[in-house]
């Protein structure tokens, strides 16, 4: 079964389309601004995270088409949605226990409580788009975004639903920037992944997969798929010398979202007309996106 | 299909395995306690379900929700047999919450910690050299939602082996959170009991090994027959009937059984009053007459979170091979949706179990029901 991606979305500072992650990041560009695309109803209340989540879920189910005009064009129950975020929640659970020990817990803000969990970005986008598939979050570190595609692939090609969102986001705070060590990239890429490689497909999943190291698996994927150009890769070492890479650095540290701002930059890569095999790596954990069958 | 569950492990506040635990709900001990480690000044409840495991009574220890997890895989994969080495099996772990924990000292504390601390995966490497390692925050259906992601594994041949888990400790900002909202915290949890005011948070771990096929000549715990997974996409907090019951028929329709082959149903029973509201009013709906024994776990062990589905189904599974339903503790007067249903109290019930369905619902309505079937 070929899996497509029928649908992409982009929000980072900058860059609001998958063309755009080919080019280095404009530095001081203003953060991405959920209102404008989703309107202010409903997120007062979210934390960053779930806002850009909503946004970006927004736009990429509506680039595949499966929400026309705030409706759903497929069944709902066969619609999931696959979120990767390692520090989505980290500041509210932090701020938490910082007013528990100043105060006590009456000082916290009831509005907060849905947020304490970590998988809150996931269970508010099937709230607000009516999404009734499976609902997952990966918090699973450097490999998440990639570690995402491949298990929404695999919930597809064993028929829990016929599309799947995937999510791939973070916010730039206090707590994450402390976490990290460094800036986090505020945003992050959304991908609808379908059962049916349709005319609507802007890229086609290849194989996902994991081995022990990163050149391991930078191995795998040019065995599996060879003839690639573009590389989608934090690290140079594992790529092949004269390969094209692009590091997507610019934007700060993308944590749980870089393997799917990596399948978005791919899709971007076709859009603009190449056709040979992109790879993705981030950790150990790889993906083969492949072009789009055009028909002629 | 079905595949074998060729190991189990668990720890909880009332048990450091599955037998212990099993021993400790039929005889209806419970794990709840004054709060241990936090502040009591700070919080209008007094009482967890943690586990008892601290160096120093009062003092917080970081990294004890990946203790767990490491205990509760060790026991599984001993019980399978398989080599202390898991390099070559998936390790999938289902979790509420990580170790945000850890997160919490870092923050408040100064205890170290990087960003790879909030997820398993370098723990798991480390005790068992495993490498295709996992972390799904799914609220309290996590570890169910593993198992359906191993099922999937199997099912395209992917894996031969995978090893499914959930863990959890109580953090700070969540029980905070929770004592913030619940202005008269209950002081037990009573799952469909008329008088019941909610839950209270436990700790636990639990793990099982799934398979394609079991060795020759090894015993297993049992089949699973299916899990099937969803999200009502209707509230935070407020189950929906509709995605429940979905959830419950496809598992059914997956194991390709009817509700008058089950003999038990292990419910998701939190003790809230919407929760067991709803869960009775869909069992009712999906069981006609007397229907299957009816169970639930947590007046004894809190809720485990990450961990409740996959120890539910543990439980279930010591029921199958013991021919035994623990009763569900605290439980005088059902509430008026489960007037009619088999719910077990007081005491054990002595009755042959062949096939158990178990019930997991999440935050944000996820949702995930197993089946599994004795070992022949």
Known sequence: ?296 | MTYPILGIGAVAGIGADPDAIFDSLCAGRSGLAPLRAFDRSRFNAQQLFEIDDRQTDGVDEPGRATRFLVEAIRQAAEDAGLPEDLAGIPVLVGTGLRELRTLELWWRDGVPLDSDGLHFENALRRHFGAIDTHTFAGACSASLYALALAWDLLELGEAETVVVAGCDVVTESMFGQADRVQFDPPSSVRPFDKDRQGTILGEGAAAVVLSRSAPAGRPVRGRLRSVAVNCDAHHQTAPDPDGVEDAVRQAQAQAEVTPADIDLVVLHGTGTPLNDRTEAAVTARVFDGPGPALTGIKSLTGHTSGSAGLLSLIVALCSLDRGLVPPIAGLAEPLPEAAELRLVAGEPLAAPVRLAQINSFGFGGVNAVAIVGGAA
Not at chain 1, 122 to 147: F, H, K, M, Q, W
């Open chain 1, 1 to 296: 079964m070929t899996l497509a991606v029928t649908g992409v979305a982009v929000a980072l500072p900058g860059a609001a389309d998958a063309r755009a992650l080919l080019h280095t990041a404009r530095p001081g560009a203003d953060p991405v601004d959920p209102t404008a695309l989703i309107g202010r109803k409903g997120l007062r209340f979210k934390d960053r995270a779930t806002q850009l989540g909503l946004h970006l879920a927004h736009a990429a189910l509506t680039d595949a088409g499966v929400l026309q005009d705030g409706e759903l064009t497929v069944p709902s129950g066969r619609l999931g949605t696959v979120v990767s975020s390692n520090l989505g929640n980290v500041d509210t659970v932090c701020r938490a226990v910082e007013t528990i020990a100043k105060e006590s817990t009456s000082a916290l803000s009831p509005m907060d409580t849905p947020n304490a969990s970590s998988n809150i970005i996931a269970s508010e986008t099937a709230i607000r788009y009516g999404l009734r598939g499976p609902n997952l979050t990966v918090c699973n570190g450097r490999s998440s975004g990639l570690d995402a595609i491949r298990w929404a692939a695999l919930m597809l090609r064993t028929g829990r639903a016929d599309h799947i969102l995937v999510t791939g986001v973070e916010p730039d705070n206090e707590v994450t920037r402390r976490l990290v060590d460094g800036p986090v990239a505020d945003g992050g890429a959304a991908l609808v992944l379908s059962r049916d490689a349709s005319t609507r497909a802007k890229a086609l999943l290849g194989p996902v997969l994991r081995t022990a190291r990163p050149a391991d698996t930078a191995e795998r994927l040019t065995r599996q798929a060879p003839g690639g150009e573009l590389w989608l890769s934090t690290e140079e070492h594992p790529v092949p010398g004269a390969a094209r890479r692009i590091a997507l650095t610019g934007w700060g540290e993308l944590s749980g979202a870089l393997g799917v701002v990596q399948c978005a930059a791919a899709a971007g890569w076709f859009a603009e007309g190449h056709n040979g095999p992109a790879y993705a790596l981030a950790g150990a954990a790889g993906a083969v996106l492949l072009a789009p069958e055009r028909t002629p």
